[in-house]
T-cell receptor
Framework: SAVISQKPSRDICQRGTSLTIQCQVDSQVTMMFWYRQQPGQSLTLIATANQGSEATYESGFVIDKFPISRPNLTFSTLTVSNMSPEDSSIYLC??????????FGSGTRLTVV | GENVEQHPSTLSVQEGDSAVIKCTYSDSASNYFPWYKQELGKGPQLIIDIRSNVGEKKDQRIAVTLNKTAKHFSLHITETQPEDSAVYFCAASRDNYGQNFVFGPGTRLSVLP
């Protein structure tokens, strides 16, 4: 299955600032997915990122708050904008690997103070 | 939309005993059901999955059963070991390869030595 590298692994940020999370995959993939996992909770899909087109956002998530870039078939970024303490979560990227299902990165643990 | 429930939320078993986690889903069109294991500080890892054309699938100590009529599926872990301790998530998707997942709330499994 694909190897996914996420950076940073964790960060502590001041409220009102923005953080950009990077996701690098070791092979080309059509779709990349961004999830949020709030403390002690399950995973919620934020958006789907296809190369060459705008990301598709799930209900409750908007582009102004979570802008996403997908410049090529192996890389994507998620920005958490104008952060508040409620944005403290683990953010995970994931890729589809056909018959291997989804592979997840190790996540970015964000704390907003 | 799809809703996935998962029980129990926490489960403690003695090493060597079996563990069973159950999930129900609401969308009869769902046809792909993966199970993920998430260890502390790591991203979710796919451990087994089942598609709607199969009633049971086994991989060494892990098995999954699916009852499409009742819309529920279960994870069975036999001969549990301390390293099985983790949070387990079930998920359901109406796409063949798991796009548009809905995850269950998770089960924290503790295997006591």
């Amino acid at each position: 299955s694909a190897v996914i590298s996420q950076k940073p692994s964790r960060d502590i940020c001041q409220r009102g600032t923005s953080l950009t999370i990077q996701c690098q995959v070791d092979s080309q993939v059509t779709m990349m997915f961004w999830y949020r996992q709030q403390p002690g909770q399950s995973l919620t899909l934020i958006a789907t990122a296809n190369q060459g087109s705008e990301a598709t956002y799930e209900s409750g998530f908007v582009i102004d708050k979570f802008p996403i870039s997908r410049p090529n078939l192996t890389f994507s970024t998620l920005t958490v904008s104008n952060m508040s303490p409620e944005d403290s979560s683990i953010y995970l990227c994931s890729v589809e690997r056909g018959n291997y299902g989804y592979t997840f990165g190790s996540g970015t643990r964000l704390t907003v103070v | 939309g799809e809703n996935v429930e998962q029980h129990p939320s926490t489960l403690s078993v003695q090493e060597g005993d079996s563990a069973v986690i159950k999930c129900t889903y609401s969308d009869s069109a769902s046809n792909y059901f993966p199970w993920y294991k998430q260890e502390l500080g790591k991203g979710p890892q796919l451990i087994i999955d089942i598609r709607s054309n199969v009633g049971e699938k086994k991989d060494q100590r892990i098995a999954v059963t699916l009852n499409k009529t009742a819309k529920h599926f279960s994870l069975h872990i036999t001969e549990t070991q301390p390293e099985d301790s983790a949070v387990y998530f079930c998920a359901a998707s109406r796409d063949n390869y798991g796009q548009n997942f809905v995850f269950g709330p998770g089960t924290r499994l503790s295997v006591l030595p």
